[in-house]
């Protein structure tokens, strides 16, 4: 600010628009008496005292512009600076200002006075569509079904966890009984699944896509798998019926075969 | 004695001023007196010695300056004079 005050005062004093007595019909002998440091009334003084002639010139020469700003409170110089800025620009300056310092309040109110004209119509009359553009941006739960087709070839990109779902918890029946659930878990794994059961082992959908993962990613561990051929068998038994296959989902053990 | 010396042209205000010089009156002047100071100033056109202590009379020079000051003012005047042997 106080930058600013010196700019501002420099310029004027060196365009000729402010003069220095100007300044000092605010900066009066008072005001420096009550602000100036007593080196600067020290070296003033002395300038004074040794001049032919004191004048407002000879005290902001002396002082100068910068010590003025610096040490004098920002009111008075800005009352300078708005004097001055008032004489220069005459009765535009006075009104200026309270047009400028109003409206800038007023500033928000009225370009929201001249924009809610025209807004209100068109958003009315586009007011009634917006329910039937909800109902196809909503329609997940409306027409779960087309949407969930629709959305199938998104949901490509999970497979990849469906198997750990569907051999840990078994969440692809429950979506098959539950058609609210998603695409993902009842488009791959319960159509063909449910089908299988013709080979008694419906149980291994997930254990196909399962072992077959195991497969390509342990193929080194062949005799960790011939060491768990004895248990295979136990797990057909488990297999055969539905119970087993819940508990098996259920028992960490089972996974890991 | 300020005052005498003055009124007997021991010593003229400017020999005041040579000893109360502006870093002194700065210094020791209270605020409004500065500011009285420099409206006299202003006023005249000019600061002289003379409306200097027309501002600052004796009585508050030696209310607010150093004694030692105005106490060396009063003996350059005797010196001057031919009184003081030094």
């Known amino acids: 600010m106080k930058a600013f005050f010196v700019d501002a005062l420099t310029s004027a004093l060196d365009l000729g628009i402010a003069t220095p007595e100007d300044l000092l019909r605010h900066v009066t002998p008072d005001v420096l008496a009550a602000n100036l440091p007593r080196p600067l009334w020290a070296r003033l003084l002395t300038a004074c005292v040794g001049a032919s002639r004191v004048d407002a010139q000879l005290v902001v020469e002396t002082l100068g512009v910068s010590n003025l700003c610096e040490h004098m409170p920002a009111a008075v110089i800005w009352s300078c600076v708005a004097e001055v800025g008032q004489r220069s620009l005459g009765d535009a300056a006075t009104a200026a200002p309270a047009i400028v310092t109003r409206p800038a309040a007023k500033a928000a109110a009225t370009p929201l006075s001249i924009t809610s004209p025209p807004a209100p119509d068109p958003v009315k009359t586009p007011a009634s569509p917006p329910p039937a553009v909800r109902g196809p941006s909503i329609p997940a739960p409306g027409t779960s079904s087309d949407t969930d087709e629709d959305r199938a070839p998104l949901r490509a990109r999970t497979p990849t966890r469906q198997p750990f779902r569907a051999t840990s918890t078994g969440i692809g029946r429950l979506a098959n009984t539950t058609s609210s659930r998603r695409p993902q878990a009842q488009a791959p794994a319960p159509a063909p699944v449910t089908l299988d059961p013709t080979t008694e082992r419906p149980v291994r959908r997930g254990e196909t896509v399962v072992e077959a993962e195991v497969e390509v990613e342990t193929p080194a561990r062949e005799d960790w798998r011939n060491a768990l051929a004895v248990e295979d068998e136990q797990l057909v038994d488990w297999s055969s019926s539905e119970e087993t296959l819940t508990a098996a989902g259920d028992d960490p053990t089972f996974r890991k075969r | ?86």
Do not use: N, Y
Request: charged content about 15%; overall charge negative.
């Open chain 2, 1 to 86: 004695m300020m005052e005498s010396g003055l009124e007997h042209s021991i010593f003229q205000p400017s020999d005041v001023l040579a000893h109360a010089t502006p870093d002194v009156l700065a210094t020791h002047l209270p605020p409004e007196l500065l500011s009285k100071v420099l409206q006299a100033s202003l006023a005249s056109g000019s600061m002289t010695p003379d409306r200097v202590l027309e501002t600052v009379t004796p009585d508050l020079l030696a209310k607010h300056l150093p004694h030692d000051v105005l106490w060396a003012c009063i003996a350059a005047a005797a010196a001057r004079s031919g009184v003081s042997t030094s």
